[in-house]
């Protein structure tokens, strides 16, 4: 009898369900597995090529771009992931802490450059470090005094872009870490406090392994998100750079649309997937063995 109405229902639901598999089909798994196949050929865009197996792999070790642009990649995740985190992390205690429209004031603050599009938030980092009239433009200097460009910069290219991104994306860590506080009671925290628990002993025992939950989301979030960094870096690195600010996206761009070689764009996509993926796992393997021990 229940199996019958569990098929009843399953049935019932299938309407429902049909149109979002469909669409996830249509634009998610069918480009994939194209994308897949392309990968072990040596197609262009507007036309199919021959099957190559995996000498477009092969390639890849012997790439000095896709290496450089994998380092590229790996650098800037190093450069925004947990710093990201934990300055979000730092926003929300402070909101958490305020009271009334302040807090309202704050958290729009820190959340509106989340919505801006990239095109403004990158107008609005060249209007704040121009060299000559921005009020940033002299925060980096050489030992002799000069000003150094940032953005023409193959030192400190990387690193700004980097500053750039955490202040753009962080309102989303924020608004996450602040719904993470609000769902610890306060009686734990009284109950500290009348043990005798200062404000870092709650932190670091109470507060901090409640929001483990939270911590895990947001690291996963920004990996995702930075590991496949493409739009800021591309508009910035027009001023100077060149090659050596290259990441792995721009790589995919430049390779697929400006050298006409989909098959190789297909097979460093596929690896930048690989890599997504592999990173993922790692940090979640990471977070598990920590909590075991």
């Given amino acids: 009898m229940s199996t019958q109405r569990d098929r009843k229902e399953n049935l019932a639901a299938l309407p429902l369900v049909a149109p979002f598999v469909l669409v996830y089909a249509a634009l998610f798994v069918y480009p994939s597995l194209e994308m897949l196949v392309t990968s072990f050929t040596d197609g262009a865009l507007t036309k199919s090529g021959d099957w190559v197996g995996l000498e477009n792999y092969a390639k890849l070790f012997r790439d000095r771009y896709f290496g450089a642009a994998l380092r590229n990649t790996l650098y800037f995740v190093a450069l925004t992931v947990v710093p990201g985190a934990m300055f979000g992390l730092l926003l929300a205690l402070v909101v958490n802490n305020l009271k009334g429209y302040w807090q309202a004031i704050a958290l729009s603050v820190f959340f509106v450059p989340f919505i801006l599009p990239v095109s403004t938030v990158t107008a609005i980092a060249n209007l704040l ?11 980096v200097t050489s030992p002799n005094g000069t000003v150094i460009p940032v953005w023409r910069s193959a030192t400190w290219f990387m690193p700004a ?12 860590n924020v608004l996450l870490f ?28 109470l507060t901090w392994p409640l929001l483990r939950p939270i911590t895990i989301l947001v690291l996963t979030i920004q990996l ?22 290259t990441v792995l996206v721009q790589y995919i761009y430049s ?14 996509a596929v690896a930048l997937f690989a890599l997504g993926v592999g990173v993922v796992v790692l940090q979640f393997q990471l977070l598990r063995l920590r909590r075991t021990r």
């Fill in 255 to 268: 390779v697929a649309f400006q050298r006409n070689q989909a098959g190789y764009a297909s097979a460093v």
């Fill in 224 to 245: 995702i998100s930075q590991i496949r960094v493409f739009d800021q870096i591309y508009l910035m690195a027009s001023q100077g750079p060149g090659r050596s600010a």
């Fill in 129 to 139: 470090t121009d060299t000559a009239n921005g009020p940033l433009g002299g925060l």
């Fill in 178 to 205: 602040l719904a993470g506080l609000r769902t610890i009671p306060r009686d734990i925290y009284e109950a500290a406090g009348l043990d005798g628990a200062g404000r870092w002993a709650a932190f670091r025992y």
């Fill in 161 to 172: 872009v980097a500053v750039l991104t955490i202040w753009w994306t962080v309102g989303l």
